[in-house]
């Protein structure tokens, strides 16, 4: 137990030391705190002068909320829970392999690390790219999942912001599920995947940006504004009664897997879910939010 502790010692100490390090300035290259702000104000630049509904405020609904959302998740949220469980559960599960005479590297399918540099990578944007798709399915078919997924579909007006409100449970159940698959094919340091991250920024800030963009044939490859607004649609089809348009940087997994869906343009369709009015519209009670037993239900 003492083991453990020290861990989560260790990961608070380290993440709060790094914390301080990336507000420094002048940054380094792969720093995230100034690189979230460089993209979300590009973003939030491209939103003003190429707005798809013009009629959308510039500080639009919930623009303080989602902002505050952004830097809380992006940053305060990995201090107060996610880098010491998941350095805890990682240790835990090592040692559970070790009782029973394994290791993680018993069963690693090969080493990245061994790889050209630029093929490792996209091994490693492939893979976990698909595996939060599968992921992001699972947040809309599992009933007490798509619980905590409610405080994503709660945004009323899509805004690039609106990328990073989400409830704390989600990243637990993204890099839990992701855990295994990629130490299955080796790990790569911070800086190494730091393109790959600041790359899925910036699609996921575009994606939920009030810009009409689909990129043209690239729309079959990267997930876009046109696209991810259904993925927001209060109402659903019937033939997709748990959600569509679930990839999160990459669009091809939905036109693979039959989850796409773009009947026609989205710029103006109402964004939500069924009983939306009655969530709570305030940080802490979104947070805090468990809904009673007859709303657990799938989105419909």
């Known amino acids: 137990m003492e083991k453990y502790i020290n861990i989560i010692k260790k990961a608070y100490s380290g993440y709060w ?37 013009k009629n959308q405020s510039i500080f639009r609904k919930d623009f303080w909320l989602d902002t505050f959302y952004m830097f809380f998740n992006f940053f305060l949220l990995n ?17 559970l392999l070790g009782t029973l005479g394994l290791s993680l590297s018993s069963f690693q399918i090969f ?12 091994i490693f944007f492939l ?4 595996i939060q798709w599968n992921t992001h399915r699972l947040l809309h078919r599992v009933p ?30 993204y890099k839990s599920l992701l855990y295994i698959p990629l130490a299955l094919i080796g790990n790569y340091s911070s800086k190494d995947v730091a393109f790959v991250y600041f790359f899925s920024i910036v699609i996921g800030h575009l994606n939920h940006a009030n810009l009409g963009w ?23 089809p019937k033939h997709l009664k748990y959600g569509m348009n679930y990839g999160l940087t990459l669009s091809i997994w939905d036109y693979l897997f039959k989850t796409k869906y773009l009947p026609h343009s989205g710029k103006d369709i109402e964004l939500g879910f069924e009983g939306d009015e009655n969530f709570p519209k305030n940080f802490i009670n979104q947070e805090l939010y468990i809904s009673d037993a007859s709303a657990q239900k799938t989105k419909k």
């Open 17 to 53: 030391n790094y914390l301080k390090h990336e507000v420094q300035f002048p940054p380094h290259w792969d720093n995230y705190f100034y690189g979230l702000i460089i993209i979300s104000l590009i973003v939030w630049g491209l939103e003003m002068l190429f707005p798809w509904r």
């Open 111 to 122: 080493d990245v690390n061994q790889l050209p540099t630029w093929l490792g990578l996209l």
């Open 127 to 130: 893979v976990s790219d698909f």
């Open 79 to 95: 201090l107060i829970i996610l880098i010491a469980l998941s350095n805890t559960a990682a240790e835990l599960f090592n040692d």
């Open 214 to 236: 689909d990129y043209g044939v690239l729309k079959y490859i990267l997930n876009n504004p046109k696209m991810h607004i259904w993925h927001h649609a209060k109402s659903l």
């Open 144 to 173: 007490w999942l798509w619980n905590f997924h409610k405080v994503h579909h709660s945004v009323k007006e899509m805004g690039f912001a609106a990328h990073l409100r989400y409830h704390w449970m989600e990243p637990i159940v």
